[in-house]
Nanobody
């Protein structure tokens, strides 16, 4: 079965860094584009970043550009999100998700999420 498991969340102070990981299994990881999305308390889902299947192309939301870096290790079936210069506004549950191979680019598989809390 397709499975995505996030880890690495926790409590940090503004300005500090955190690295999230997503372990994938049950599918051919190297053929899929992968995405990070987040949900802040009381708010809806927000797209954060995407990386293509090879790891060559990356895109970011304006709110995190220059602070976050998405990457992947296809040999380890792992997706990462390096978060630097964290702000209180980054507090959210972070999810990794798989982009569908079907036209339209729906996210067809999600992890359970990991909570990131940025507070002084």
């Amino acid at each position: 079965e397709v499975q995505l498991v996030e880890s690495g969340g926790g409590l940090v102070q503004p300005g500090e860094s955190l690295r999230l990981s997503c372990a994938a299994s049950g599918f051919t990881f190297s053929t899929y584009d992968m995405t990070w999305v987040r949900q802040a308390p009381g708010k809806g889902l927000e797209w954060v970043s995407v990386v293509d299947s090879s790891g060559s192309y990356t895109y970011y939301a304006d709110s995190v550009k220059s602070r976050f870096t998405i990457s992947r290790d296809n040999a380890k079936n792992a997706l990462y999100l390096q978060m630097n210069s964290l702000k209180t506004e980054d507090t959210a549950v972070y999810y990794c998700a798989r982009d569908s191979l079907v036209a339209g680019r729906a996210l067809d598989a999600w992890g359970q999420g990991t909570l990131v809390t940025v507070s002084s």
